[in-house]
């Protein structure tokens, strides 16, 4: 079964340092997704990419917060600085679009649990 | 906002009891979809339904949409342990920009006693 590889699984770390997690979608997924979940928030969506071009990241904390796909095996989203309020599983989502049939199913990766000291 | 709000927020049952959650949302959509959560992995994808159909079918799983009353719901028959997850509903619609997004819910904890 093609599954989405999200790296570390874990990452503990002190409050200023960068964060770097990568994701590599499922083989032939023209989308690709980052979300963030915590008790409180639920699942947010933090950036999505479609054929590698970010499309939306209003809901990315623009200051410090970074998507990007500098391939279509790879999807990076970076944290610097880090900051205790990021602590939060991490998820990356890839799908496949089709013309005319919009929000077509997501798979996940089994995330990132991130915590910042 | 358009985020689906599922009912209950916790349901638990016994093996071989049915398990039904429901989901509520605000706006338009195109579609509904649910998903899965077990503990610490990702979100899967169960079952999506249009917004053109009222009922949908997936082995033991049941979806049911009513967009006049903006809800759907989730009937898990002949229930086991290894259904014990989250569930989460999302939908699917089109922002005036273009994107299509899904927004989830906030999800319904499900255990399942043996």
């Known amino acids: 079964d093609a599954r989405v590889t999200q790296t570390p699984r874990h990452k503990v770390t002190e409050m200023g340092q960068e964060v770097t997690m990568r994701c590599q979608p499922i083989l032939g997924h023209n989308t690709v997704f980052w979300y963030r979940q915590t008790m409180m928030q639920g699942l947010e969506l933090l950036a999505y990419f479609r054929n590698r071009a970010p499309l939306d990241d209003s809901g990315m904390p623009k200051d410090r917060f970074s998507a990007e796909m500098p391939d279509a095996t790879l999807a990076t989203l970076k944290i610097q600085p880090s900051e205790p309020r990021d602590s939060a599983v991490y998820f990356c989502?890839?799908?496949?679009?089709?013309?005319?049939?919009?929000?077509?199913?997501?798979?996940f990766g089994d995330g990132t649990r991130l915590s910042i000291l | 906002s358009q985020q689906g709000e599922e009912d209950p927020q916790a349901l638990s049952i016994q093996e071989g009891e049915n398990a039904t959650m429901n989901c509520s949302y605000k706006t338009s959509i195109n579609n509904l979809q649910w998903y899965r959560q077990n503990s610490g992995r990702g979100l899967v994808h169960l079952i999506l339904?249009?917004?053109?159909?009222r009922e949908k079918h997936s082995g033991r799983l049941r979806v049911t949409l009513d967009t006049s009353k903006k809800s759907s719901s989730l009937l898990i028959t002949a229930s086991r342990a290894a259904d014990t997850a989250s569930y989460f509903c999302a939908t699917g619609g089109i922002m005036n920009t273009g994107f299509q997004k899904l927004v989830f819910g906030t999800g319904t904890r499900l255990l399942v006693s043996p």
């Open positions: 989502a890839s799908g496949l679009e089709k013309y005319r049939e919009p929000n077509q199913p997501q798979h």
């Open positions: 339904i249009r917004s053109n159909e």
